[in-house]
């Protein structure tokens, strides 16, 4: 079995830089409604499971992320973004607005492999921060497994600091 590395990002939001997202017009983020749970559930699960570097964890993850999705959108407000292309949902960042939570990113921004490498990822990290620095939290956390894209690319950005942390405190937040 192979042995993977998990680290848990961490964001001061008093400290949120103003962050002007530098993407394309044709790019639209915004809230998700109660009707696209499916389409949600599907473009998260395809982001990770199409994405090689989480293949030996993908199943580790996988009930974790669709038990946290299922329970966000049992919330009044459904605290969800989406980014879209046109009409169709090509990104989602499913969040927890808990205090307490043990990760305020339950998927982390997530993109389809056909739209990544564009700033959609920076730009949806970016939104979810700023959601739940309006939902009055004061330091969002986001886990992520280590030498991943995002956890390279995305998760560093925007004044975090990251610790290795062990995958297991997820589970017991099932």
Not at 2 to 17: M, S
Request: aromatic content about 10%.
């Amino acid at each position: 079995m192979k042995l993977v590395r998990w680290k848990k990002y961490i964001w001061e939001l008093a400290n949120l830089p103003d962050f002007e997202p530098q993407i394309p017009t044709h790019y639209n983020i915004r809230s998700a409604g109660r009707d696209e749970e499916k389409v949600i559930h599907n473009v998260i699960i395809t982001a990770f499971g199409l994405d090689t570097a989480w293949g030996d964890s993908f199943k580790q993850i996988s009930d974790f992320i669709e038990s946290q999705v299922t329970k966000s959108f049992l919330h009044r407000a459904v605290p969800c973004l989406v980014i879209t292309h046109g009409s169709r949902i090509i990104g989602a960042s499913a969040l927890n607005v808990a205090d307490d939570a043990t990760s305020h990113l339950i998927s982390g921004p997530c993109i389809l492999a056909e739209y990544r490498s564009r700033g959609l990822g920076t730009a949806l990290l970016y939104e979810s921060l700023a959601h739940l620095k309006t939902a009055g939290i004061e330091k969002a956390v986001g886990i992520c497994k280590d030498n991943v894209p995002a956890g390279k690319f995305v998760y560093p950005k925007f004044g975090s600091t990251n610790q290795d942390v062990d995958f297991s405190i997820l589970k017991t937040a099932l």
